[in-house]
């Protein structure tokens, strides 16, 4: 039986915003939705353009790959953008996420870039489909916090991808296969901010209606604070009898700052507006005016009066500086106070920071050369440690490391300057006190070679090809301080 698409939209200003950066837009063979960025850049203007573009994008399935006709609507989208920047220089800075997804009749294709969300609840689990271009995310991809820090970190709004206009755009792409009764959520992090993904999954099971789930989405994103602009686009699979045919009058949802008509140049791409029930929405949005009152009457996004908008303008750098200001200020703190243990030209040191780069700013810096520890005379198993960073708790914990990394490179110098083919050691990581069963042996803590070398002894590259696990190809490093190493 042939499946058809069922789906409602949503966007509210929110509790804490003057206007709304975000755009959605829900139609019989497209779900996608834009988060703006850059108030007082004209955020608005980028989430407008970048759904403008992908509303051309809908047209009845044909054999075309969808993931090569999102692919172009996003390209097109960020040189839309460029222009516009280029235009009036006042837009510089200003960008939009996108995520999108297209209908083929059997299948979704989906594009995603930035910190906007999709998720598929199925057999009452749901599941995130889209990966978050954030700071945050990829420190947990690198282990480096948790889910749970994420969402409370200072810098958890930085995010790494994203339309802006430059260069080429590189945005996630997959393609969904999907059943009847599975049902979709595209959403702004407006919404996931404040609102869980268990709680997502409880009220998306447990609400049959589309209408009355997107409302209540809204009204729980309004609960719990609502800082930020909150839109969404819902929509179920079902089997139908009678498939949808493209048409004008087939119903569409327009919401957020792409339902105004306010619209920069260059002219404004002619819309396939889907009869009465989109510009019955349209209209919509001038009648409903948000009151603390009246949760359900901030359903859409209400535009501001044009005779004042030098003043929201001068309101929202105001706000953007202050918060940007303690955010950044916030985050820097956080960095300051981390350190790991990496090589500094060949030797092993101790760096402030976070072993992790955006674009070229170093998110790190050198803290100390303890000296004395060359990288290359620790055993094989500690250089690559050290090759990959070794994350410390503070400075104590990193110095500790240090002394540790010291005392193995010791040891195997001293073994092998005795002859003697060690055991790989056991501790995969080091740490900062060694156990009783590795105490060094009397005599463990100097270099200077016996004045006769047993027969046995190794010369400068006796190691070479071995596959002992603890020097390379040369023994003896003459810039190895191991006194007190213990």
Not at 133 to 141: G, I, K, M, N, P
């Amino acid at each position: 039986m042939p499946l058809t698409l069922r789906y409602v939209a949503r966007s509210d200003v929110g509790l804490v915003r003057e206007g709304n950066e975000d755009s959605g837009y829900a139609g019989p063979y497209l779900l996608a939705v834009a988060d703006g960025m850059g108030g007082h850049a004209a955020g608005e203007v980028a989430s407008q353009a970048a759904i403008d573009e992908l509303v051309l994008t809908e047209r009845e399935p044909r054999d075309s790959d969808p993931l090569q006709t999102l692919t172009a609507a996003i390209e097109a989208a960020n040189k839309r953008i460029r222009q516009l920047i280029v235009d009036d220089s006042s837009r510089e800075g200003m960008g939009t996420t996108v995520t999108a997804l297209l209908w083929t009749g059997t299948a979704l294709g989906l594009g995603h870039i930035g910190d906007s969300r999709a998720y598929l609840l199925r057999d009452g689990a749901i599941r995130q489909l889209t990966h978050d271009h954030t700071f945050v995310q990829s420190l947990v991809d690198e282990g480096r916090i948790t889910l749970e820090e994420a969402g409370v970190h200072p810098a958890r709004s930085l995010i790494l991808k994203a339309l802006q206009g430059q260069g080429d755009v590189d945005p996630d792409l997959q393609v969904l296969d999907v059943h009847p009764g599975d049902r979709l959520l595209v959403c702004s992090d407006g919404l996931t901010g404040v609102v869980s993904d268990a709680t997502l999954e409880e009220t998306l099971s447990s609400i049959a209606g589309l209408d009355d789930a997107a409302d209540e989405l809204i009204r729980l994103a309004l609960a719990g604070g609502a800082p930020d602009n909150v839109t969404l686009v819902l929509a179920d699979i079902v089997e139908t009898d009678t498939p949808r045919q493209p048409d004008d009058t087939a119903e569409a949802f327009l919401v957020g700052a792409a339902a105004s008509d306010d619209v920069p140049a260059p002219e404004r791409p002619q819309r396939r507006r889907r009869g009465s029930a989109l510009r019955a929405l349209v209209g919509a949005e001038e009648q409903h005016k948000p009151t603390p009152e009246d949760l359900e009457a901030m359903r859409y996004a209400p535009q501001p009066p044009r005779g004042r908008r030098w003043l929201r303008t001068v309101v929202i750098v105001a706000a953007v500086a202050a918060i940007g200001w303690v955010g950044l200020d916030l985050a820097s703190d956080w960095v300051r106070n981390q350190y790991y243990v990496g090589d500094s030209n060949g030797q092993v040191a101790v760096y402030q920071g976070v072993s992790q780069e955006i674009g070229p700013i170093r998110l790190s810096e050198l803290h100390d050369i303890p000296g004395g520890l060359p990288v290359d005379a620790l055993p094989d198993i500690y250089r690559e440690q050290v090759a990959d960073t070794i994350t410390a708790d503070d400075l104590e914990d990193a110095d500790a490391v240090v002394d540790r990394l010291r005392l193995e490179a010791c040891r195997a110098h001293e073994r092998l300057e005795g002859g003697e083919t060690p055991a790989p050691t056991p501790t995969p990581t080091p740490s900062a006190t060694p156990t009783g069963t590795t105490e060094p042996r009397a005599g463990a803590t100097t270099t200077t070679p016996p004045a006769e070398p047993p027969a046995t002894e190794p010369t400068g590259g006796a190691t070479e090809g071995t596959d002992d696990g603890w020097l390379g190809s040369e023994v003896g490093y003459p810039g190895l301080l191991c006194a007190g190493a213990s």
